[in-house]
């Protein structure tokens, strides 16, 4: 080759390594934002999807006629001869909506019937028919559990903190879900895994003398979007937030490489901090399963973690790329050992002040 050439070729090497490296520096920024870009759309599609007529969404300040009602922060006027158990009233705590089914409502149900009360904490409030029901959505600012009652023709209801009903407020979520399976080894998906050891940790949570409130992101082969998953856990003002993973190696291929690790949140340097939470977990996992530790790992390049603002905790439980740990992880003994090592670290935070 002559010298001219090679010249040319070592600068056009040297560009492509620079571009190479730039596109890689940027290329998990730029995934993360098409991830949450795909994930609003999703939501905007769930919201109409199932409705006959497309909601209508509202002002509430245009539905609801302020007073100050000492008895119910909202009164809403029910059809006649409708009474609460005829209603089914349902509370998405995922998404913050809470959906009110009234039968034989009319079609435009707020110029018929009254709704009074405060605004306070609704965002948002449509209304849609589906077959002989009227349905009405509140969308709230934040994870309520709800207070029902009903005197003279309205349905009185009341929005109350999580922490004003249970001493103690956790979220678990079980990764991936749905059509993401998370690392998948010998017709194992992760995904299930990751559910399985979350329903066991809910059975032990069911039977736990504590008034501690649990909301799960997902009890099915559900797929809620990450901003869905974390927001659950800031909306509700969690103690604690517990992520359920395993674990693979970079190359996916079966090796030796097994144990747990938890990652945390270094950003957070709360007196009860994340770190600490998940060396509480770290510790009871490994007691509990009998694995090896593999430390913590510093996890704030993680949505769920970087945006939490509560103690958080993603706990890799297992390697799923190590033969003997994918057998182990794939039985339901090893779950229910894994759930007892996550419910032990609940016990032990709260013991320590969380
Ligand atoms: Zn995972």
Redesign the pocket.
Known sequence: MDERVLKWVTAFMALLTVTVCVSLFFFPELHERSVLAAENRLLREQMYAGAENAAVEQKPEEIVEQTDDKDAQLKIELPEGIGLSDLTIENYYLTQDVYIRIPKAEEDYFSHYSVQGSCNHISAISYYQEKEEGVIVLGLDRVYELQEDYQNGNLYLNFLEPHEVYDKVVVVDA??GGRAP??SKMGIS?KDI?LAILLELKAVMEESPGNIGVYYTRTDDSNPTLDQRVQLANKVDADLFISI??NSTATGKFSNVSGTEVLFDEADDSELSSRRFAQICLEQVTAATGSSSRGLLEGDSIYIIRTSEVPVALIEVGFMTNRQELELLNSQEYQRKAAEGIYAAIEQAFAEGY
């Open positions: 990764g991936h998370g690392a992760e990751d993973h395993n």
